[in-house]
């Protein structure tokens, strides 16, 4: 497979993997509609270059993460429905690290616009 080829299809799985979050994940749904409020409003109130670039990469980093959240969830739900204590520690950790990435956004949101 040459590279474009190999290009072409990385994109088109990337596409349907956005396409399935947005489809089954109600918090990628919200978090996407922050994201076309918080693209403009970060280019418009950031001062600098470095100012738009924190506050907009601040809330695509959420996006990354409530991607691999999402992942993590469905790898523990196609292993197994029972209630297992390993399947909701992983859950519960992939729902904190979407926790974490939120706070960091609001963190550098406010940093940056108050100052």
């Given at each position: 497979?040459?590279?474009?080829?190999?290009?072409?299809?990385?994109?088109?799985?990337?596409?349907?993997?956005?396409?399935?979050?947005?489809?089954?994940?109600?918090?990628?749904?919200?978090e996407?509609?922050?994201?076309?409020?918080a693209?403009?409003?970060?280019?418009w109130?950031?001062?600098?270059?470095?100012?738009?670039?924190?506050?907009?990469s601040?809330?695509?980093?959420?996006?990354?993460?409530?991607?691999?959240?999402?992942?993590?969830?469905?790898?523990?739900?196609?292993?197994?429905?029972?209630?297992?204590?390993?399947?909701?520690?992983?859950?519960?950790?992939?729902?904190?690290?979407?926790?974490?990435?939120i706070?960091?956004?609001?963190?550098?949101?406010?940093?940056?616009?108050?100052?």
């Amino acid at each position: 497979m040459n590279p474009l080829e190999r290009l072409a299809k990385a994109t088109a799985f990337s596409w349907a993997g956005l396409c399935a979050a947005f489809r089954h994940q109600q918090a990628f749904r919200q978090e996407v509609a922050i994201l076309i409020f918080a693209i403009p409003a970060g280019l418009w109130l950031g001062r600098d270059a470095v100012e738009r670039a924190l506050l907009v990469s601040s809330w695509l980093l959420v996006m990354v993460v409530e991607l691999i959240n999402s992942a993590i969830e469905a790898v523990v739900d196609r292993i197994g429905s029972e209630r297992h204590e390993l399947a909701g520690r992983a859950k519960d950790l992939g729902s904190a690290a979407v926790f974490c990435a939120i706070a960091l956004a609001i963190t550098v949101w406010v940093i940056v616009l108050a100052l």
